[in-house]
């Protein structure tokens, strides 16, 4: 069975700082991986998907995302983070929209 | 307004009552869905449907209900409200069945079942 596991519940980076949010999946075959955000009120937003080719995906917002097979992993990074990236985010694996399956979410806090 | 839009966006019931979850997109997107999210959870897919009249059961189904008359709009339906369903509620849709596709969410529905 497909899954997912974000294993920091949450984190605290200082404005300006480096992000670095863990995902590692489990699913049978090529997985089709997806970031979302959720800012606090708000509906979920997509930041990125991988579905093949180049491992190193870039996003909306500044957010990129690499790809590791042999680590089962879609780790999300932004080099310096702004005090408005403050939120949820949601690793998901899936084939396609309906079948997502989303882990657990990390919640970002921003020191100023 | 273009997008999808669910209400209400607070929902406070009783134990025992019926309760609907409205949901409506303006894209004419063929699919629909409904999921909960809890804490430690993660969203979690509850129904989810293809076309009018075709919904299909999640992940976690049970004491919902659903329907769709019409594409634009997929309520959910709580039968009988448990406290267990407290949580926040998210519709979303998505274009097609493709690989690559994107789903669009609602901004949530909080309910509390007291």
């Known amino acids: 069975a497909q899954s997912v596991t974000q294993p920091d519940i949450h984190i605290t980076v200082s404005e300006g700082a480096s992000l670095e949010l863990r995902c590692n999946y489990s699913?049978?075959?090529?997985?089709?991986l997806f970031w979302y955000v959720q800012s606090p009120g708000q509906g979920l937003q997509l930041l990125l998907k991988?579905?093949?080719?180049?491992?190193l995906v870039q996003g909306i917002k500044g957010f990129e995302a690499e790809f590791k097979r042999s680590q089962s992993s879609f780790n999300l990074r932004k080099p310096s983070v702004h005090w408005s990236d403050a939120a949820e985010y949601f690793c998901?694996?899936?084939?396609?929209?309906?079948?997502?399956?989303f882990g657990q979410g990390t919640r970002l806090t921003i020191n100023p | 307004d273009a997008g999808i839009t669910q209400s209400p966006r607070y929902k406070i019931t009783e134990t025992g009552r019926q309760v609907t979850l409205m949901c409506h997109q303006t894209?004419?997107?063929?699919?629909m869905f409904w999921y909960r999210q809890d804490l430690g959870h993660g969203l979690r897919l509850i129904y989810y449907?293809?076309?009018?009249?075709?919904?299909d059961k999640g992940e976690v189904p049970d004491g919902y209900v659903v329907s769709r008359s019409k594409t634009e709009n997929f309520p959910l339906t709580l039968e009988s409200a448990t406290r267990s369903q407290t949580s926040v509620y998210f519709c979303a849709s998505s274009e097609s069945t493709s690989m690559n596709t994107e789903a669009f969410f609602g901004q949530g529905t909080r309910l509390t079942v007291v």
């Open positions: 449907s293809a076309a009018a009249d075709i919904t």
């Open positions: 998901a694996v899936g084939e396609g929209a309906q079948k997502l399956v």
């Open positions: 894209w004419s997107h063929s699919y």
């Open positions: 991988y579905f093949s080719g180049d491992t």
């Open positions: 699913y049978g075959a090529t997985p089709y």
